[in-house]
């Protein structure tokens, strides 16, 4: 079974898309910030994380940056949530900071379920 590591602040996306992609077949770890998401990587091993970017203790921007300087951890496919487009003018966010990661996939906010149930799939190929 594929794992998916879902990090983001909201506690109700993180339930709601962690019951989705379970019931899809994948096993689902959950973090509610960039810190603890970062631990996670690293003792939970994913085959791939779902990484929202505006987040307290460590943005979604700075755990990817961490995520691809580690020679461990950079194959691990990164999918950012970004609402920075739209948030542009009222955040210090931007898009040329999400360019800078190295992330593998990038999905705007509000996310679409299904979208975001077909890029797993596409990045996992399956959930066996």
Not at 8 to 14: A, P
Not at 35 to 60: A, S
């Given at each position: ?36 998401g ?48 739209q ?40 959930n066996?």
């Amino acid at each position: 079974m594929k794992k998916v590591l879902l990090v983001d602040d909201d506690v109700d996306f993180c339930e709601a898309t962690g019951l989705l992609l379970e019931s899809k077949g994948y096993e689902v770890v959950l973090a509610y910030d960039g810190k603890e998401g970062l631990e996670k990587v690293r003792t939970e091993k994913p085959d791939l994380v779902i990484l929202d970017v505006m987040m307290p203790e460590m943005n979604g921007y700075d755990v990817c940056v961490v995520l691809k300087a580690d020679p461990k951890l950079k194959k691990i496919p990164v999918i950012l949530l970004t609402g920075v487009g739209q948030d542009m003018f009222r955040t210090h966010y931007t898009q040329h900071m999400g360019l800078m990661t190295e992330a593998d996939d990038y999905i705007a906010k509000p996310v679409e379920t299904q979208e975001l149930v077909e890029r797993v799939e596409d990045w996992l190929g399956g959930n066996s």
